[in-house]
């Protein structure tokens, strides 16, 4: 098994305040400080990688803005855009890491959002139209500042669409929109090929929520997956999930985002597992007596 990146160490609050604070004496006046502060707790801490690293905590804890740091440090290629911020680059530049020289070429960070982009690239292949994600976000934001006013039940339709518009994220208007005209194979089943087509043999790979759309047999193909590509072909990942399937995947190194100092912890310990253990737990008859038997629970 294999790993090319092995640490990441995110600058001290010291450091951070520092260098903010330099920065933005040399800019105009910004509001958003993105990522500065979003890890206060952290005091120069280090995660230490593994051929499989796991990234857990709840919404806020820092998953993707992590992902995306060592992404952006190491140079890897990647699809969807994200949140760089006026001062990301400044905060990039104060993290360090070790082995980025022993990245192979062709590493790349892969995102749930990238999987919607490739059903949109679907649907728009099935309809023989160019329908991009951008034309449907420019309209978001246009029925958002609309006017609209019903005159005739001819306008219902339309201004169903301003209400949701007004009411959704764009990105939840657009999946409105075109996410459910999408044909072919299932979006579980198309999520699961998106991965599993994209990781070759001996490359690092950022994963931002894979589990996102599959199902739960499919996030346990998708963690068998995983941890083959690690043990036989020389791969590295580095996943940030909640899935309890990719959270056990054998031989992964675990960290909580949400504890401080951060530091690996058995995946059994951690809040949402015991969650999921106890509710199972509670209703194990009711289990057992519309299932297969004991079989299913060894």
């Given at each position: 098994m294999k790993a090319y990146l092995t640490r990441f160490t995110i600058p001290s609050k010291a450091t951070q305040e520092a260098a903010l604070e330099q920065a933005v004496n040399n800019r105009t006046c910004y509001k958003n400080l993105y990522p500065f502060h979003v890890f206060p707790s952290w005091e120069g801490e280090s995660l230490t990688f593994g051929?499989?690293?796991?990234?857990?905590?709840?919404?806020?804890?820092?998953?993707?803005?992590?992902?995306?740091?060592?992404?952006?440090?190491?140079?890897?290629?990647?699809?969807?855009?994200?949140?760089?911020?006026?001062?990301?680059?400044?905060?990039?530049?104060?993290?360090?890491?070790?082995?980025?020289?022993?990245?192979?070429?062709?590493?790349?960070?892969l995102t749930s959002d990238d999987v919607f982009d490739d059903l949109l690239d679907l649907r728009s292949l099935n309809d023989g139209i160019d329908l991009a994600r951008g034309e449907l976000l420019g309209e978001y934001r246009s029925l958002r500042e609309s006017g609209f006013q019903l005159k005739s039940l001819e306008d219902y339709d339309q201004l169903k669409r301003v209400i949701a518009a007004k009411r959704k994220s764009g990105s939840a208007f657009v999946r409105q929109e075109v996410g459910v005209n999408i044909r072919g194979k299932s979006n579980g089943e198309t999520s699961f090929h998106y991965f599993t087509n994209r990781i070759t043999e001996g490359r690092l790979y950022l994963l931002d929520e894979p589990e996102n759309s599959l199902s739960a047999a499919y996030q346990r193909e998708l963690a068998r997956f995983l941890e083959d590509s690690a043990r036989f072909y020389r791969c590295q990942f580095i996943v940030a999930t909640h899935s309890p399937f990719l959270l056990a995947m054998k031989g992964a190194v675990v960290y909580n985002l949400d504890e401080?100092?951060?530091?690996?912890?058995?995946?059994?310990?951690?809040?949402?597992?015991?969650?999921?253990?106890?509710?199972?737990?509670?209703?194990?008859?009711?289990?057992?007596?519309?299932?297969?038997?004991?079989?299913?629970?060894?």
């Open positions: 051929p499989i690293t796991v990234l857990y905590g709840g919404n806020g804890s820092g998953k993707s803005t992590l992902l995306n740091l060592i992404g952006d440090k190491v140079g890897l290629a990647r699809r969807s855009p994200y949140n760089r911020a006026a001062f990301f680059r400044d905060f990039v530049e104060l993290c360090r890491c070790q082995g980025a020289e022993r990245v192979p070429q062709g590493s790349q960070v401080s100092p951060i530091a690996p912890c058995p995946w059994q310990e951690l809040p949402a597992v015991r969650a999921w253990y106890a509710f199972f737990r509670a209703h194990r008859e009711e289990l057992e007596a519309h299932g297969k038997g004991e079989g299913e629970w060894t």
